[in-house]
């Protein structure tokens, strides 16, 4: 046997397409395999950003010794997380019900019918100081077990196999309340931490989804704690070295409860929420520094991962360079901060970005991550800042760059489209709206197929591993196609999100598939090529975790349906979608933000703008970026072809009479 990850797609199996260890790529060859051989399966699954992936790879599945014991005695499949996300939230629910924890890399061991009885997250090769027991030592206990004790492997992944299929149907239908909502706010607000802002200790990542709820809460009823909440949050990002001060867009998460140390990592998908939050909080708090943040994640996505060639947005960027790295580019020694600056400009980064002789990195004493320890003081220091950034930059593009993911998932795509096109309004950056539609064009083009759903990844002939069909290209799709509907005025944008949301009931509706509860299944019939494992397990997600949860972006595009065309049907959707999770929704405070952003809609009534002028520059034109640009929850907008500029503000069933000018009409919104 060789290694058969040479010619995958997947950045993430083509780095390790050079292991001695016998890889093979997720799929039935494997398992049968697996059942010929009659041994367990060793089930590694990362993503080519995961800082800990590689290193597990270094460490173990780069050494002779250890690929020696693994192609000896197992059969080893390895899988990319953003290309399979299905499944990955299958087993990362089986290794949580062993260790009670997840995340990546994910080690499990499975059966050759691909179920778990065994498994953990990251390896050390020998034991360590945390009393983590070295692989090669798991893998000798792990073989031994699965010869001599087939009885327990095979009671392990019976009792492993009823968790898995209740914990995937998140499901759990009750009565829709003001109570539900009211509840889960006040769950967030007693995890929200009041010195730092955010939610809970270390580690700790953004909530992006919860901020924006949060926002609109505050909007409805004046208390001025929601703000407070959601200020502080923004600014602790903001300030902290989470946030790339020098180059813009945001790191995964924070190891530390102040949010200066993260996970070096840039996520497509976090940039994109957050990007969504900023401009929220801009558009309703009117802070100058909102804005800025929002700006400087445009910025960066359009430096790094945009492609408006052909109409994309990549995946991600690493966190490392190379194997004995940990955040080396984009930290900063007193000594390479020296070199880029003039003397006052590094005393003046030394004081604003907490540049010091004892850093915070682990590995590497000297190196500081930036965070803004103080702001400028005086306006000359406010006026020298934008050269030492300037000057930064400059220095840090010089060096080795980490890895860029150019794969284009289409759910993720679809999300930085709809936050480029809130950017584009509230920042007022047509360049914005250019290149979202440019992609959502492609989207709707080359991924969507009328009876078969969305494809999962742009630029390859089957759209993805196996054909894959997930709920999460479909949804997010149909959210961006009704922003560029809102942006654009075009019907067709409308339409397609309808052709999807009809898709959407036919494949993936659960009462279609034997399920009387609702809501919607991750995967459609046959959606991803084959049942092997815990693939043929139903799966019904309600928690943002990372990404919103694509059972709650569902239910927030089918209250924007409702609010946009008057349609009764997709009010009665709306509320069967809320009603299959209204059980369970209070409990799932910040991770079930997004479905709540749903209740909001449905308990509360929405604002529709409907602007009618002639098309081009004019009052019609103004109007209509005015109305994409005021904050108000549960808002949209319709723009019509008419003769002469109208306006109105419809709350509810109480509509405005007509105005002309967008001063009349500032006045109405606000």
């Not at 489209?417 to 959502?440: K, M, S």
């Not at 640009?629 to 549960?634: L, S």
């Amino acid at each position: 046997m060789s290694n058969q990850l040479a010619a995958e797609p997947s950045a993430y199996l083509q780095s390790a397409a050079h292991q001695p260890v016998h890889w093979h790529p997720w799929g039935p060859a494997a398992f049968d395999r697996a059942r010929a051989l009659d041994r367990p399966i060793l089930l590694d699954i990362g993503a080519v950003w995961c800082h800990w992936c590689h290193v597990m790879d270094r460490e173990s599945y780069e050494d002779p010794v250890t690929a020696a014991v693994l192609n000896a005695g197992f059969v080893c499949v390895k899988v990319d997380r953003d290309e399979r996300p299905d499944v990955d939230a299958r087993y990362q629910r089986a290794v949580q019900a062993l260790t009670g924890q997840g995340g990546w890399p994910l080690t499990a061991f499975l059966t050759p019918q691909g179920e778990v009885f065994f498994g953990g997250t990251y390896f050390p090769p020998e034991q360590n100081a945390f009393c983590r027991p070295g692989f090669v030592s798991v893998l000798r206990q792990i073989e031994r077990l699965y010869r001599d004790d087939r009885a327990k492997v095979d009671a392990n992944a019976l009792a492993l196999r009823e968790h898995v299929a209740t914990a995937l149907d998140e499901g759990k239908s009750g009565a829709v309340s003001g109570e539900i909502l009211e509840e889960a706010i006040a769950r967030i607000a007693r995890v929200f931490d009041v010195r730092y802002g955010g939610f809970g200790n270390a580690p700790k990542f953004p909530h992006p989804q919860a901020l924006e709820l949060l926002i609109a809460r505050w909007k409805d009823s004046g208390e001025g704690w929601l703000r407070e909440v959601a200020e502080k949050t923004l600014a602790g990002m903001a300030q902290g070295g989470i946030h790339d001060q020098v180059g813009g867009g945001f790191h995964r998460y924070s190891v530390d409860e102040h949010w200066i140390v993260p996970h070096f990592e840039k996520m497509s998908y976090d940039n994109s929420e957050l990007l969504k939050a900023y401009c929220a909080g801009f558009a309703a708090f009117g802070t100058p520094r909102w804005r800025e943040v929002a700006s400087g994640i445009v910025d960066w996505v359009f430096a790094v991962l945009a492609d408006t060639t052909n109409g994309a947005f990549a995946a991600s960027q690493d966190a490392d360079v190379g194997p004995d790295d940990d955040g080396d580019y984009w930290t900063w020694t007193v000594e390479e901060a020296r070199a880029a600056l003039s003397p006052d400009e590094l005393d003046l980064a030394r004081r604003v970005f907490d540049i010091e002789p004892d850093g915070e990195m682990h590995h590497n004493p000297a190196k500081n991550v930036l965070w803004r320890r103080r702001e400028p003081a005086t306006d000359a220091e406010r006026s020298l800042l934008p050269r030492v950034l300037a000057k930064l930059k400059a220095a840090r593009d010089r060096r080795p760059a980490p890895f860029i993911d150019r794969t284009a998932y289409v759910n993720w795509n679809a999300m930085m489209a709809a936050a480029f096109l809130r950017a584009g309004a509230v920042l007022d950056r047509p360049e914005c709206n250019t290149l979202a539609l440019q992609v959502l064009e492609r989207i709707w083009s080359e991924a969507w197929r009328e009876n078969d759903g969305m494809r999962h990844v742009l630029g390859r002939p089957n759209g993805g591993p196996a054909g894959t069909r997930l709920l999460d290209d479909n949804v997010q799709s149909a959210a961006a196609f009704l922003d560029a509907y809102e942006a654009t005025g075009r019907d067709a944008w409308r339409d397609r999100a309808i052709a999807v949301m009809t898709y959407c009931a036919t494949a993936h509706w659960a009462p279609h598939r034997g399920d009387p509860t609702g809501g919607y299944f991750d995967i459609a019939p046959g959606g991803n090529g084959e049942d092997t494992g815990y693939l043929a397990t139903r799966a019904k997600p309600v928690q943002d975790a990372p990404t919103p949860s694509p059972n709650g972006v569902a239910a927030l595009v089918l209250a924007r349906l409702w609010s946009l065309t008057d349609a009764p049907e997709w009010r009665e959707r709306l509320d069967r979608q809320l009603g299959a999770f209204a059980g369970v929704a209070a409990e799932l405070p910040l991770h079930g933000a997004t479905l709540l952003g749903a209740l909001d809609w449905a308990l509360h009534p929405p604002t529709r703008v409907e602007v009618a002028g002639p098309a081009g520059p004019g009052a019609a034109c103004a109007m209509h970026l005015l109305a994409l640009q005021r904050f108000r929850p549960r808002k949209v907008v319709v723009r019509r072809v008419a003769e002469q500029p109208a306006a109105t503000v419809c709350v509810g069933t109480t509509c405005s009479l007509p105005v002309a000018s967008p001063a009349a009409l500032e006045a109405l919104l606000t």
